[in-house]
């Protein structure tokens, strides 16, 4: 699964990095956070009609999406901390997710994604504690996570209450090459950028579309172990992927 990232980038960098022609950033946009973690703000860049009029063509544009896919018919948004992945082998099926597949995909920028590694006795059962990983480009550019969003309304609030919509979103995952896999057996779905205009057409065909969920390729990631301290949501800072030594001369490592 993929249950933290890092993201740091300014929208303004963002946009220029996704051609970005709007950005409608309603809801307080987050600043650099090396913690993201379920339900809270994150960038995401997706295609909607110019001021969501259907009669327009749709364009890119970069929004605030909270972390947590909600349904639409959700009866209760608290379901949406339980939507933060969707599984790339059942995404185009399961009744939570295959509306939003249909129409409403877009990608999720990250510097980078954590994974938990079992040490001596930790894993499944086991007592252990278990060493994070930062994941990242190895050539240091933007990792495009697939996702999906959905737009939930507010039963409780009134027509006229901006916040009656709450826009979410949800990491579609995949399974890890070995490489990865050694750290754990699930990622985040990569989109490369010749193909971030197909994934994020809103009318793409669903054969189409299912062609580009594909591993990343042998080589694109590195990863490192770093700081435990990224367990706790409240710790918030570049040193978190600050990489660790993995031997006892002090040398940094990698399992990449």
Sequence with gaps: MCGRYASTRRPDDLAEEFDVLETRLEEDPPGPDWNVAPTKAVYAVLERPAKDDRAEPAQRQLRVLRWGLVPS????????????NARMETVA?????????????????ADGYYEWYPTEGGGKGGKGAKQPFFIRPANGGVLAMAGLYEIWRDPTRDDDDPRRFRWTCTVITTDAPDDLGRIHDRMPLMVEREKWGAWLAPDAPRDDLLDLLVPAAPGRLEAFP?????????????????????DGDGEEGTLL
Excluded: Q, T, Y
């Design 73 to 84: 018919w959700a009866k209760d948004p608290a379901i949406g901390s339980r939507m933060i």
């Design 93 to 109: 099926e399961k009744p939570a997710f295959r509306k939003a597949f249909a129409s409403r995909r877009c990608l999720l920028p």
């Design 226 to 246: 770093v700081s435990p301290a990224v367990g706790n949501v409240r710790n918030n800072g570049p040193e978190l992927v600050e990489p660790l030594p993995l």
